[in-house]
């Protein structure tokens, strides 16, 4: 197998109607709470893909805060609530297409803590790379946990 550098996720567009109407009372820090910023090799047949926890966590990030801002919350570098996000794991599984797997965490400030498994598929392994990133967001603000810790 060939080695491939793959592209940091794009900014995926989330569909309306896949996250919930939610609230936002104070501004929200979130943090990349990934620490290793090493590349990892991912199994993609025919390729081994080089991808990197830290920027795809980044990702993930810039999509949450997005959604935020588009509920009319703010995001503030030195806002007193905290989420902390962590892509801790990506697999890529071919069968008739690709389908991504993304294990990450979310921490709040108020000490709720959650793993989470989501996943895309698509004939493209970049699209179900991207899928699967949007769907960490999902994943996110369709948890009442958290949506309770926003309000």
């Known amino acids: 197998m060939s080695q491939k550098r793959a592209d940091t996720p794009s900014d995926f567009q ?7 109407s939610f609230s936002v009372s104070e501004p929200i820090r979130i943090v990349n709470a ?3 910023s090493s590349d990892v090799i991912l199994p993609a047949p025919p390729y081994k893909l080089i991808i990197n926890y830290k920027q795809y966590t980044d990702t993930a990030i810039k999509l949450l805060a997005g959604e935020i801002e588009k509920r009319g919350g703010k995001i503030s570098e030195d806002a007193s609530k905290v989420i902390k996000v962590s892509i801790i794991d990506v697999k890529i599984a071919t069968t008739v297409k690709f389908r991504c797997i993304i294990n990450f965490t979310v921490e709040t ?14 004939w493209n392994y970049e699209k179900a790379i991207d899928l699967a990133m949007a769907n960490v967001v999902v994943g996110i603000l369709n948890n009442e946990r958290i949506l309770r810790y926003l309000k």
Request: hydrophobic residues 30%.
């Open 34 to 36: 990934q620490t290793p």
């Open 14 to 20: 989330i569909k309306s109607g896949e996250i919930p």
């Open 109 to 122: 400030g108020d000490a709720y803590f959650k793993g989470f498994e989501v996943a895309g598929g698509s």
